[in-house]
């Protein structure tokens, strides 16, 4: 067993998986975890492999992450990873990333995306409300997090073992429940440059997806702000301070 696990969330992505495997460095072990896809992307992934899990709690990303850390956490691995497995990431950014990680004494690292390459391949639209939720969000946290809706991720595992039992999120909106729970429990995050590039099969991030991106962003800066009122009027026990 290595001691690095990936973990590339499915969902009829059995062409991006096919293409992403000569990439995936040696170092790591591969969980597929699958959101119900009806294409080869199982056939594929234990031709690879690969382990094949289907994601528990329901529908959506943030049910594939939460499967993919109990996983994580019931094996004997130092770091989780996870990319999106839709060919967007390349897998060898990974490496830097856990050197971040590990040489700073960080608990978590964000891929940033090249904006340039997010602005060709998505458009303006779509750089605009991740910059503008990934702004308001670095700002409230006063933390460098220039792109908090990435798909790159690495995580110590103590990260993992302490926002796991938080998590609720079950669509796109993972990110931000990921990010504000490291927060709030008061874990070290960074982010390192990525690049980015076209997807392969049909994207699922819809522009209506793209819009509730900002509501979702915009309901944990609030649940964030409450917790700041919390620490500095109340105590931990939610008394006032005299």
């Known amino acids: 067993m290595n001691k690095y696990l990936l973990m590339l969330p499915t969902l009829n992505e059995e062409e991006a998986i096919q ?9 790591f072990d591969v969980i597929v975890v699958d959101g119900g896809s009806t294409d080869r992307t199982k056939e594929v992934a234990e031709k690879l492999g690969y382990t094949f899990l289907p994601q528990k709690y329901g529908k959506g990303k ?3 992450v939460r499967t993919g850390m109990e996983y994580f956490l019931s094996k004997d691995y130092s770091h989780f990873a996870m990319i999106d497995a839709d060919y967007t990431n390349d897998p060898k950014e990974l490496c830097g ?7 700073n ?4 690292v964000l891929g940033s995306r090249d904006r340039k390459l997010q602005y060709e391949i998505l458009g303006w639209f779509s750089l605009f409300i991740n910059w503008s939720t990934s702004g308001i969000t670095a700002f409230s946290y006063k933390m460098n997090l220039p792109d908090i809706q990435t798909g790159y991720w690495a ?7 302490t926002i796991l039992p938080l998590l609720n999120a079950k669509g796109f909106e993972i990110e931000y429940d990921m990010v504000y729970n490291s ?3 008061g874990l070290k995050m960074d982010s390192h440059p990525v690049t980015f590039r076209e997807r392969l099969g049909e994207t699922k991030f819809t522009n209506y997806l793209r ?3 900002i509501y979702f962003g915009l309901c944990y800066v609030n ?8 620490r500095k009027f109340l105590g931990n026990n939610g008394r006032s301070k005299n």
Do not use: H, Y
Request: hydrophobic share 40%; net charge positive.
């Open 62 to 64: 943030g049910c594939g």
């Open 183 to 185: 927060w709030k429990e």
């Open 97 to 103: 990333m856990l050197k971040n990680l590990k040489s």
């Open 155 to 161: 995580f110590s595992r103590k990260a993992v073992k």
């Open 105 to 108: 004494g960080t608990d978590i």
């Open 223 to 230: 649940k964030s702000l409450s917790v700041m009122f919390r």
């Open 19 to 27: 293409a992403l495997a000569p990439e995936i460095p040696g170092a």
């Open 211 to 213: 819009l509730k991106q």
